[in-house]
């Protein structure tokens, strides 16, 4: 088992969503592709909450794999995605160099197809000293045994496995301050939240300082 050296912060980390692109949504079904969307969107509202640098990457956007989720280009307008020839994210110059330059030692990424795309630039990026976390239900594959297989092997090799909203509670670490990125990530994207959510406002009377206070805006999980 790895432990982390510290925890995660917005000054520490930086985010590596690798190939979350159209066609390969449609058919790597080992999550359903509604939860899937949400919980990729959850992930990268994460890092823009809390002013976190994003990277992102594509591979063969000419061909089947198709281009990047248009609402993760809309939410990151200023972030360039980086094409690139090779299968491994930390083969590709570029792409490995945009790391370097973000100065920061604990990588937290996500990509489609776990197997590959997350998986393989995790592993190279542990044996350079990196610091690892990947954002497993940010990522999925053809079928649940190829995610079980690849888990298996990514903490073997060091890394942290983790899900997009243990990243985002452990970034927020102060509910007082950041209860509201909590309340509107969870609102928005995990419908069982949602719904609690709306349950609660229904008749707590101190619902509507609540409701200023996480920024809630009654927005249903994103069909």
């Known amino acids: 088992m790895t432990l982390p050296k510290s925890n995660l912060t917005s000054d520490n980390c930086v985010f590596l969503m690798i190939d979350h692109q159209v066609g390969l949504m449609q058919f790597l079904t080992s ?3 509604l939860q899937l969307k949400n919980n990729i969107l959850g992930h990268a509202k994460t890092a823009q909450a809390f002013g976190i640098p994003v990277l992102m990457g594509t ?9 990047t989720m248009p609402e993760l280009k809309a939410l990151f307008p200023e972030v360039e995605v980086i094409d690139r020839p090779v299968v491994n994210y930390w083969d590709d110059e570029t792409s490995k160099q945009a ?18 795309c ?6 190279s990026a542990l044996r350079e000293g990196f610091e690892v976390y990947v ?20 903490a073997a090799a060091g890394a942290i496995v983790t899900t997009w ?11 007082q301050i950041n209860g509201k990125y909590i309340g509107q990530l969870l609102s928005e994207h995990m419908g069982q939240y949602y719904a609690a959510m709306n349950n609660f406002l229904g008749f707590a009377a101190n619902a509507e300082e609540v409701k200023a206070g996480i920024g809630f805006t009654g927005s249903p999980p994103i069909p």
Do not use: H, M, Y
């Open 59 to 67: 591979s063969w956007p000419q061909g089947p794999n198709g281009p």
């Open 165 to 175: 909203v243990a990243v985002l509670a452990e970034l927020a670490a102060n509910t």
């Open 99 to 116: 790391v370097v330059a973000s100065g920061r030692k604990k990588l937290v990424i996500s990509g489609l197809a776990t197997e590959v």
């Open 31 to 33: 999550v359903d592709p």
């Open 135 to 154: 954002v497993i239900d940010a990522c999925a594959d053809f079928n649940k045994l190829i995610t079980e297989v690849t888990v298996q092997r990514l």
């Open 118 to 123: 997350a998986a393989f630039p995790a592993i």
